[in-house]
T-cell receptor, first 119, second 114 residues
Framework: AQTVTQSQPEMSVQEAETVTLSCTYD???????LFWYKQPPSRQMILVIR??????QNATENRFSVNFQKAAKSFSLKISDSQLGDAAMYFC????????????????FGTGTRLQVTL | DARVTQTPRHKVTEMGQEVTMRCQPI?????VFWYRQTMMQGLELLAY????????DSGMPKDRFSAEMPDATLATLKIQPSEPRDSAVYFC????????????FGPGTRLLVL
């Protein structure tokens, strides 16, 4: 079974600084997707970034980027120029790719990292 | 602005009552997921459908929970009878192979069973 581990329950960063959130996962599959979702106090789950396992290039979305290390099964999220609006719970998630259909399966989530942004 | 919608956003009910939650997936998305979030268990999958057919409902208590997709624009999750331990936030998400099966979540239904 796939598992996702986020070892940092809480992190804090000053506004305008950079912070990295860690995530490791365990799988025997070779094709899969990895995601970071943000959950602010409103509880809405917001997609931050997606990484396809078959891509060697790390995904980036504006101030958000990932460091994907497939061999190490590591998928960290870097937030640059942190803003007050970045304060939220961040979940790392894994989705297996069902090869014979080309479709993905359910998301397996980590336990989340609560990010605080201070002035 | 394509998004997943869920109703109701909040529900307070008494133990034993029936609860129905509804979800409208993003138009064109053929896969719909139901997740539950609690403090103790985190986010867990209850069931999911592809092209309206149930693919996996192993995470759902069969005796009281049921999930259906009457048509491509509506998914429902019912709890009958509800129990206090069902109190949680219930999320619906939808995805499409065109977008690498990225799941987009609705705002959730916050359920409190007294």
């Amino acid at each position: 079974a796939q598992t996702v581990t986020q070892s940092q329950p809480e992190m804090s960063v000053q506004e305008a600084e950079t912070v990295t959130l860690s995530c490791t996962y365990d799988t025997s599959e070779s094709d899969y997707y990895l995601f970071w979702y943000k959950q602010p106090p409103s509880r809405q789950m917001i997609l931050v970034i997606r990484q396809e396992a078959y891509k060697q290039q790390n995904a980036t979305e504006n101030r958000f980027s990932v460091n994907f290390q497939k061999a190490a099964k590591s998928f960290s999220l870097k937030i640059s120029d942190s803003q007050l609006g970045d304060a939220a719970m961040y979940f790392c998630a894994y989705s297996r790719l069902v090869s014979f259909t080309g479709t993905a399966s359910k998301l397996t989530f980590g336990t989340g990292t609560r990010l605080q942004v201070t002035l | 602005d394509a998004r997943v919608t869920q109703t109701p956003r909040h529900k307070v009910t008494e133990m034993g009552q029936e609860v129905t939650m509804r979800c409208q997936p993003i138009l064109g998305h053929n896969t719909v997921f139901w997740y539950r979030q609690t403090m103790m268990q985190g986010l867990e999958l209850l069931a999911y459908f592809r092209n309206r057919a149930p693919l996996d409902d192993s995470g759902m208590p069969k005796d009281r929970f049921s999930a259906e997709m009457p048509d491509a624009t509506l998914a429902t999750l019912k709890i009958q009878p509800s129990e206090p331990r069902d109190s949680a936030v219930y999320f619906c998400a939808s995805s499409s192979v065109v977008d690498h099966e990225t799941q987009y979540f609705g705002p959730g239904t916050r359920l409190l069973v007294l």
